[in-house]
Structures are given as C-alpha cells and as structure tokens.
C-alpha cells in the first residue's frame, strides 16, 4: 500500500511510529526504530530502540511499546502495530523493516491475550506492508504447551 491508501486509523500509526523513531538511542548500529501500538481503549502506545554498550542488552522499539502497554494497561488488548525505520544514512528505509524473532514471538504472545488478529503495518520510505495478523510474520510459532 501507499500512505495515500491509509485510512485516518492506519495514517496515525504510521506517522507515530516514523515519529518515533527520533527517539530512538542507536549510538551503535545507527539504525532507528519505531512502533506504535493502538489498543482496544483507544490509547496508542509508542516504543523506539534503545541500544546499550553491553551488546544485547538493550530493547528492540516493538518490545519498548508492546511491554510499557502491557505495564500500563494490563487489561487492555492489542488492535494494530505500525513499525517503521531509519537506516544509517538517517533516511526511511525504502523497503518495510519487519521485527526480528524475538519482538514476532514478543508480538504474538499480545495477540493471543487479545484473542484476535491484530494487524500489522511495516512501514517503509514509500510502500506500507498491511499483514492482517502476527501470526503472518511467525509461521509455525512456539504457543503455550498444552
């Protein structure tokens, strides 16, 4: 998709998560982050990067948002993520950046609390990745053992 194909919804999102990005602490890989998480309450939660010198200790912005969502609105559930990046020329990506193993296995624990798909955008400089769940990034995903 474009931005322009973006519903009122999806746009805020995706400029809150290229917002974000800015606040990203990436001294290390250069290479920012952002995610914004709309929830069923109507809040929208935002996340970035933050790197630390004792490599890897520091927190992907997808796991930033999804867990100060969880601390902050324990009841809530998750409707829709937006993430996108800058690389190290300090420009939008061109292509969507899609979240490594841990934030997906992060994300999808959220969507199965929520009990529904929640939708996923990848946001790059021009072309927008809709998915319409976690589970389109983990395929085969590790769940609760029953």
Known sequence: MTYSELDDSRRRLVDLAREYTYNSYAPYSHFSVGAAIRLDNGEIICGANQENAAFPSGTCAERSACYSAGARFPKAKFEA???A????D???TPAPCAPCGACR???LEY???AGHDVEVLLVGKDNIYLLPSVKSLLPLAFTEIN
């Open 81 to 83: 993520i937006a993430i």
């Open 85 to 88: 990046a800058r690389g190290v």
């Open 90 to 92: 300090g420009e939008p």
């Open 105 to 107: 296995q992060a994300l």
């Open 111 to 113: 969507e199965t609390l």
